[in-house]
């Protein structure tokens, strides 16, 4: 039985930058090839990726998480205080390989774990229509649709949750979750 892991990892590292390269690689291709027919440019890609280094996802307001799936990089999830009671959920991604096997689930309860040590009793996202699998996944996960609470171009999709309710399984703390599958 392989078994998933997640912990907190600084947003600098370099598995930090492998996962935030492939993330942004993915949703950005996705846009283009649905909108435009082609991949993200290589010169906007390097440009997009050095811009966005996850400095909001360090403490003491954010933190960003990283699953592993046998010990291996598989995943992360990022978490910032937009306000004392409110965090944002970004940069949820698991590497292709490893999806389907349990391991997205864990990695959001543990953002929603880090985001409730902030002090959030809040947490919103936004992702996009043709990220149905993402949009699924927090639906699921207790995430309603909301207003609007940004004004990224890319956004179509607002969601909510409270953090005071309890997470259905009860969530275990963010810096010790394991799961198995």
Same mark, same amino acid.
């Given at each position: 039985? &392989?078994?998933?892991?997640?912990?907190?990892?600084?947003?600098?590292?370099?598995?930090? =930058?492998?996962?935030? /390269?492939?993330?942004? %690689?993915?949703v950005?291709?996705?846009?283009?090839?649905?909108?435009?027919? !082609?991949?993200?440019?290589?010169? +906007?890609? @390097?440009? +997009?990726?050095?811009?966005?280094?996850?400095?909001?996802?360090?403490?003491p307001?954010? +933190?960003?998480?990283?699953? /592993?799936?046998?010990? @291996?990089?598989?995943?992360?999830?990022?978490?910032?205080?937009? #306000?004392?009671?409110? #965090?944002?959920?970004?940069?949820?991604?698991?590497?292709?390989?490893? *999806?389907?096997?349990?391991g #997205?689930?864990?990695?959001?309860?543990?953002? +929603?774990? =880090?985001?409730?040590?902030?002090? =959030?009793?809040?947490?919103?996202?936004?992702?996009? %229509?043709?990220?149905?699998? #993402? *949009?699924?996944?927090?639906?699921?996960?207790?995430? &309603? @649709? &909301?207003?609007? !609470?940004? @004004?990224d171009?890319?956004?179509? !999709?607002?969601? &909510?949750?409270?953090?005071?309710?309890?997470?259905?399984?009860?969530?275990?703390?963010?810096?010790?979750?394991?799961?198995?599958?």
């Open positions: 039985m &392989t078994t998933w892991t997640i912990t907190p990892e600084p947003y600098d590292s370099p598995v930090a =930058a492998a996962l935030w /390269r492939a993330y942004y %690689t993915e950005s291709d996705r846009w283009y090839l649905l909108h435009e027919g !082609h991949r993200t440019g290589p010169a +906007e890609l @390097e440009r +997009e990726i050095a811009a966005r280094t996850g400095a909001e996802l360090a403490p307001k954010g +933190e960003l998480l990283v699953a /592993r799936y046998g010990g @291996e990089p598989a995943g992360s999830a990022g978490v910032r205080l937009l #306000a004392p009671d409110t #965090a944002e959920l970004t940069r949820v991604f698991l590497y292709p390989h490893t *999806r389907g096997r349990g #997205a689930a864990p990695l959001v309860r543990a953002a +929603e774990d =880090a985001a409730r040590a902030l002090g =959030a009793r809040r947490m919103i996202l936004d992702t996009r %229509t043709d990220l149905v699998e #993402a *949009r699924a996944l927090y639906a699921r996960l207790g995430y &309603t @649709e &909301t207003e609007r !609470h940004n @004004e171009p890319y956004a179509e !999709h607002w969601f &909510t949750k409270d953090l005071s309710l309890p997470s259905v399984p009860a969530a275990a703390p963010a810096r010790s979750r394991t799961a198995r599958r």
